[in-house]
């Protein structure tokens, strides 16, 4: 398996301007994650999806940011408009996850990243 | 607040030795993994330890878990330069959601 896949790798772009990051789970995965990365913030998750359904978005900052996932391979983050503070690494994870309780596994894999500016 | 915090934040050592790297956490949880982020990477799993286990190995790596006192500890042994990165540890709770912590920069030095 490929991996999760994630494109751009790299993004810059002018304040303002709309920006939609791509990411490919791994095959039979059933979980996706949004993360950004930052120095100061650390990994913050953005929102989960489970069966390309939006379980948890609390993380996603502002109404500039929204998420979806039209089918079991394929997600989009887009942020429109964009400024210069959502420049970060958004990284995108999937998994096999089972919700609720229970010992259950549940670790990620992720993406490579794309790497985001906003001058 | 971040669930999992590690310590120390950053740990510089020479080849041979080994490293040892802490975390701890607030609330209680249903497993604790670690993972591995190269400069420029993203990051991947390294060992997951369930909330009724107090240790594991895989390979190199050493992971503890004291529940009692909220922590865990990941040690590598016989580090090599290649180890060179940033470690997290992350919880899960009772749902599906991992929680990272800030990371340990560890630097291997050949």
């Known amino acids: 398996d490929a991996g999760v896949i994630q494109s751009p790798r790299h993004e810059v772009t002018e304040m303002g301007q709309e920006v939609t990051l791509r990411c490919k789970p791994i095959s039979g995965h059933n979980s996706l994650f949004w993360y950004r990365q930052t120095m100061m913030r650390g990994l913050e998750l953005l929102i989960y999806?489970?069966?390309?359904?939006?379980?948890?978005d609390s993380g996603m900052p502002e109404d500039r940011f929204s998420a979806k996932m039209p089918n079991a391979s394929f997600s989009t983050l887009k942020i429109q408009p964009s400024e210069p503070r959502d420049s970060a690494v958004y990284f995108c994870?999937?998994?096999?996850?089972?919700?609720?309780?229970?010992?259950?596994?549940?670790?990620?894999?992720f993406g490579p990243g794309t790497r985001l500016t906003v001058t | 607040s971040q669930q999992g915090e590690e310590d120390p934040q950053a740990l510089s050592i020479q080849e041979g030795e080994n490293a040892t790297m802490n975390c701890s956490y607030k609330?209680?949880?249903?497993?604790l993994q670690w993972y591995r982020q190269n400069s420029g990477r993203g990051l991947v799993h390294l060992i997951l330890?369930?909330?009724?286990?107090r240790e594991k190995h895989s390979g190199r790596l050493r992971v503890t878990l004291d529940t009692s006192k909220k922590s865990s500890s990941l040690l590598i042994t016989a580090s090599r330069a290649a180890d060179t990165a940033s470690y997290f540890c992350a919880t899960r709770g009772s749902n599906y959601k991992l929680t990272f912590g800030k990371g340990t920069l560890l630097t291997v030095n050949p």
């Open positions: 999806f489970n069966n390309n359904v939006p379980i948890d």
């Open positions: 994870a999937s998994s096999l996850a089972y919700l609720g309780t229970g010992t259950g596994r549940n670790e990620q894999y």
């Open positions: 609330t209680s949880i249903n497993n």
């Open positions: 330890i369930r909330s009724n286990e």
